[in-house]
Every structure is written in structure tokens, then in C-alpha cells.
């Protein structure tokens, strides 16, 4: 079939309009440079509305999918680099750096093979044994680097082989395992998580492709499929291409991480171990793991180069849409830094949707996971990310103290109002006595944004007391000098 068409029917199948296929189909292709003739075959809707897909099958309805391998391999000038690199020596066996206290988290799994891949591999014997050996290595990859509270285990109990459909058995029950893998080399569409209530790993590999059904990128596809059984996001996402940027122009890249690009990467990201140390040993039945890890407040600061704080601010939020790969150009929130050149995000902007059930329609459900924010005062900007991971992070360490996204608004120093404490253009006795009262009554010492210091402090000293109250006395009545400039002559 040609691929666009092939991209055409999944569309109509999944309810999706041409364009927003169109567009993950770039941006798979993006990351998979030369390869794109080969992934347009396999890849299948991977956008933000996809993991919400009414599926072929009628009793599955809303069920959460988070479609990946195999569409994202490296191009073949990554492949060919990282096949240049000899292999570390690898630590094998589960908990090889974990503590001897760690708590062994079980799951059970049920694994299917279709019968045409387990004949293409030697039969059922011998795939068996494949898959056997690729849990030794998906347990490996959870516990070697000793970075979750637990010791994951995962144990294949059950085996068994299939005839027809692979996409029949995804959503066959499995009360007796946590989770079910469905192996399928030779697949008509690409594989996935699918979340609860079905919880199973499409494990859709090409015999032919890259080593094939067993070989380390499928290997390393199905560990992050385990990470999202486990509770971790897809950390890609997140991301945004300068290209889809039409805002400043920055491209956001996420953290490296088997969560964000598992393909000869080892190495779990902050937020994917805070995820899955919540879990621990539960296996999740909806999203309210995620949409409960805000830290207790979402602030942004914004200062002056100097340090200064920056009221009257003006704050936007650009949403990054998930999986979407951009920002959109019109804000979702426009705000106003408060005296302190703060705001606080309330209600919280990444919008957790209550109840946060597999069908709530958000991936996770969160309504974005990612904000490009912009601060602006006197013609000047400042740009920062504001990513999911980054904000619950704050609550996932332990001690949750709030998370504040610090900009920094290099706007010239300016002081126009030194020894001016009411602002009227006039350094007269109305000023002396506001400092008096500055200095002996504890009245509110304003500082004007972009200068360093507060106007009341006009001997420039970082203080107001007596010594400013008689320089304003001698500025106002007997020709004393100006206040001193905070910025300098
Ligand atoms: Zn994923």
C-alpha cells in the first residue's frame, strides 16, 4: 500500500483529519532522517489525540494508547555512530548496583507470539527462550543504574502462541498477570502501550528491521514501553522545534532519558524515577499519579539584570500541545507581575483534568506539558521553558517548597525617581517627610523596576535611616547635592 494512503485510512479509522497526520508524520520523519520511506509503513497516529483513539475493537472504546516503537529509530548516521562505539561491559542480573534493602517490585507477564514470528525465529522453543532473554535485559536496564526505590522485576509466567489478528490479542484480559506483551514481527501497524484497563505492550518489530523482533533497539523500544507501564511519560512530547516556534524562534530538547529517545540510551530521566519510586510496586488504573505531583505552587519571578524586581511585568504563557512538536502563538495566560516582580499560577496552567480517568481525552491527562513563557517590560523580553517534567520534579524530590521559574530582563539600570518618594516630579518637604517615615515608621520604601537600589536609599547605600532623612533635608532646603544615581554617573 502507499504510504499515503496508508496514512489516510489510519486517519479515517482513528477519526483524525489528514493535517494533524500530516504533521506527526514530519515530525516522526524529523527524527528519522532517511528512514522515513521505511517508517511511513509502520509508523501509526502518534499525536496528542491518539492516545485516546476509539480502537478497532468496539469493546475497547477509550482506551488510552501511547503508540512509539517503532517509528522513532535513529537515522543511519546515528545507527552507523552508535555501532562504531564498542559496548561498555554491561552489569547483568536484576538489582546488580541495588541495595540489598530495596523492596522487589513483581509484576507478571503474559506474552503472546504471533505464530509467523515465533516459526521465523525456530519455532515456539526457541522464541520462548528469546523472550526470556529479553526480560533478562529489560529487568537489567530498570535496575542497573540503582536509580528507583525498588528492584523491578518482571516475570514472564505465561507464554503462549497465536494465530490471526496480533491486534485481537492487545485486548484480550489478562486477570491473572499485571500486564500482557504481544510480540509481532510482522506487524501492520506500529506497536505501544496501551494503558488501563487494557495494560499491554504492542511489541510491533519487523523480523527484518534493525536486528529484528529481539535485537537491542527492540529491546530498548520495549524498555520504554515498560517505563510507561510503570508510570513515566514520553518525555518527547514535550518538545518543541525552533521551526514550530513562532513565538522567539527556541527549541526546547527535553532531557536525555529512555523515556525521551531509548534507543542505545540507558540512562532513566528525574522525573520518569519520581513516577514509577509513586508507583512503587501498584500498578496504576488511572492518571491521578501525575496529575497529584504539582509541587504546592507554580510562581514566576522576574528580575532585572541588577537583581531588581520587576513589577508591573507583563507575563505570557505559550502552551506547547503535546506530541506537536511547537508552540502555539497565542497565549493561554497573560499575567502581571505583582510588587515582588512575581506571579503565581493559580489555577494551575498545565490544567490536570479532574477526574483523571484513562478516558479523560488528555494524554495523562494534562491539557499541556509544556509552556514557553515571556516576560516583557519596556520594549524588552526574557524567555523561559516551563516543561511538566521540570515543575513536578520540585515535588517529586522530597520537600516541596513550590516551583519558581526565575527570568532575567536585562533592561538598562534606570532610577528616575531617587529622593522623588511620591512620584511628583519634585524632590520637596512632601519627600522628606515620606522618608521620614521610611526610615522611623516603617512606611512601604518603593523601588522603581530596573533600578537596584529603593528611591528613599538616597546616599546609595542599600539602607534608609537617618543619614538618608538629612541628605533629602539638605537636597531639598539648602542646595545639597542630587540623590546619588544607583546606576552610576
Ligand atoms: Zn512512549
Same mark, same amino acid.
Given at each position: ?202 511489541? @510491533?518489530?519487523? /523480523? &527484518? ?6 535485537? #537491542?533497539?527492540?529491546?530498548? *523500544?520495549? !524498555? $520504554? ?98 506530541? @506537536?512538536?511547537? /508552540? &502555539? ?6 499575567? #502581571?507581575?505583582?510588587?515582588? *516582580?512575581? !506571579? $503565581? ?117 542599600? !539602607? ?26
Amino acid at each position: 500500500m502507499d504510504a499515503e494512503q496508508d496514512w489516510a485510512a489510519l486517519a479515517t479509522m482513528l477519526s483524525f483529519t489528514n493535517a494533524q497526520v500530516a504533521a506527526d508524520h514530519r515530525s516522526w520523519g524529523r527524527r528519522a532522517g532517511s528512514l522515513i520511506g521505511l517508517l511511513l509503513v509502520f509508523t501509526t497516529v502518534a499525536d496528542a489525540q491518539g492516545l485516546h483513539v476509539a480502537t478497532a475493537d468496539p469493546t475497547s472504546k477509550g482506551v488510552w494508547r501511547i503508540p512509539d516503537s517503532p517509528q522513532r529509530l535513529p537515522d543511519s548516521s546515528e545507527l552507523h555512530r552508535i555501532l562504531q562505539i564498542p559496548a561498555a561491559p554491561r552489569l547483568t542480573g536484576e538489582g546488580a548496583n541495588a541495595s540489598v534493602e530495596k523492596p522487589v517490585w513483581h509484576f507478571s507477564v503474559i506474552a503472546g507470539i504471533s505464530q509467523v514470528t515465533s516459526n521465523y525465529y525456530g519455532g515456539f522453543s526457541a522464541a520462548k527462550t528469546l523472550i526470556q532473554n529479553q526480560f533478562v535485559t529489560i529487568n537489567s536496564r530498570f535496575n542497573t543504574p540503582g536509580a528507583f526505590d525498588g528492584v523491578l522485576q518482571f516475570t514472564v509466567d505465561s507464554i503462549y502462541e497465536f494465530t490471526g489478528d496480533p491486534l485481537v490479542q492487545i485486548f484480550q484480559a489478562h486477570p491473572l498477570h499485571d500486564y500482557r506483551v504481544v510480540y509481532d514481527g510482522f506487524p501492520s501497524q506500529g506497536g505501544g502501550w496501551y494503558g488501563p484497563p487494557t495494560n499491554t505492550i504492542h511489541h @510491533s518489530w519487523p /523480523v &527484518t528491521w534493525f536486528g529484528g523482533t529481539f535485537g #537491542s533497539y527492540a529491546t530498548d *523500544g520495549i !524498555v $520504554h514501553e515498560f517505563g510507561h507501564a510503570r508510570g513515566a511519560i514520553d518525555l518527547y512530547a514535550l518538545q518543541v522545534d525552533a521551526g514550530k516556534n513562532p513565538v522567539n524562534g527556541a527549541p526546547y530538547n527535553a532531557e536525555t532519558s529512555i523515556m525521551n529517545y531509548p534507543y542505545g540510551v540507558t540512562i532513566w530521566d528525574q522525573h520518569s524515577v519520581g513516577l514509577i519510586n509513586l508507583n512503587a510496586d501498584q500498578v496504576y488504573s488511572n492518571s491521578a499519579y501525575v496529575t497529584g505531583a504539582f509541587p504546592t505552587s507554580i510562581n514566576i519571578l522576574v528580575r532585572s539584570g541588577s537583581g531588581a524586581h520587576l513589577p508591573g511585568t507583563s507575563v505570557k504563557l505559550y502552551p506547547a500541545d503535546w506530541y @506537536s512538536g511547537g /508552540v &502555539t502563538g497565542t497565549p493561554s495566560l497573560v499575567m #502581571s507581575t505583582d510588587e515582588n *516582580g512575581a !506571579v $503565581h499560577l493559580a489555577p494551575n496552567p498545565f490544567g490536570p483534568i479532574d477526574p483523571p480517568e484513562p478516558w479523560c481525552g488528555r494524554p495523562w491527562c494534562i491539557m499541556y506539558p509544556n509552556f514557553l513563557v515571556a516576560a516583557e517590560y519596556g520594549g524588552y523580553s526574557a524567555y523561559g521553558w516551563m516543561p511538566l517534567n521540570q515543575v513536578q520534579n520540585v515535588h517529586l524530590a522530597k520537600g516541596d517548597s513550590g516551583y519558581t521559574l526565575s527570568l532575567v530582563l536585562l533592561v538598562p539600570c534606570g532610577c528616575p525617581q531617587q529622593g522623588d518618594i511620591n512620584g511628583d516630579g519634585v524632590i520637596d518637604v512632601f519627600d522628606v517627610i515620606e522618608v521620614i517615615g521610611v526610615a522611623f515608621s516603617g512606611s512601604p520604601d518603593i523601588q522603581n523596576p530596573a533600578c537596584p537600589k529603593t528611591r528613599a536609599d538616597v546616599d546609595n547605600n542599600g !539602607v534608609t535611616d537617618v543619614f538618608d532623612v538629612i541628605y533629602l533635608i539638605a537636597t531639598a532646603f539648602s542646595g545639597g547635592p542630587n540623590p546619588v544615581d544607583p546606576c552610576g554617573p
